[in-house]
């Protein structure tokens, strides 16, 4: 695991704290790398991310043949020399999470971006029913 309290542990919380997605990448049945922005909490407790799903999507059908995963942030930097974090890790299914709706940290971060889709809470938390729990190996970057 990274330490949060080091210098550059605290450029990461930083990113933890205040993002709005994080870009996941899985890889296809051929190998090739998928990146796709998402919508997640960092799970301090755990020292996770978790990310809700729609069950058919193609995330979910990739980490079933492929756990493996990167995530990263986007640089605010036009340079990109600056705030570069990049994670990997596996994803696991949680089966033990509740609807993202019924997440306190998740729907509150979530809430009017799930307004934006026109969804009621409780029709989102039914239509994005796969938690993810994604567990970093190693983080690497620079700030």
């Known amino acids: 695991m ?19 997605f994080v870009w996941l990448t899985t890889v296809n049945s051929k190998g090739m790398p998928q990146p796709r922005p998402v919508w997640f909490i960092w799970d301090e407790q755990d020292a996770s991310f978790l990310i809700f799903s729609q069950p058919g999507s193609y995330k979910v059908k990739h980490l079933r043949n492929n756990p ?18 990049v994670f990997t890790g596996e994803a696991e299914f ?19 971006g799930i307004a934006g889709l026109k969804m009621t809470p ?18 690497r970057g620079w700030e």
């Open 2 to 20: 990274f330490d949060l309290n080091s210098e550059f542990g605290q450029v990461v919380k930083k990113h933890l704290d205040k993002e709005y």
């Open 94 to 112: 949680d089966t033990t999470e509740p609807l993202a709706h019924a997440v306190p940290a998740y729907f509150k971060k979530y809430k009017d």
């Open 68 to 85: 493996k995963v990167s995530l990263h942030f986007n640089t605010a930097d036009k340079v990109g020399e600056k705030d570069v974090i």
């Open 122 to 139: 409780a029709e989102f938390g039914n239509d994005y029913s796969v938690a993810l729990r994604i567990k970093p190996m190693e983080v």
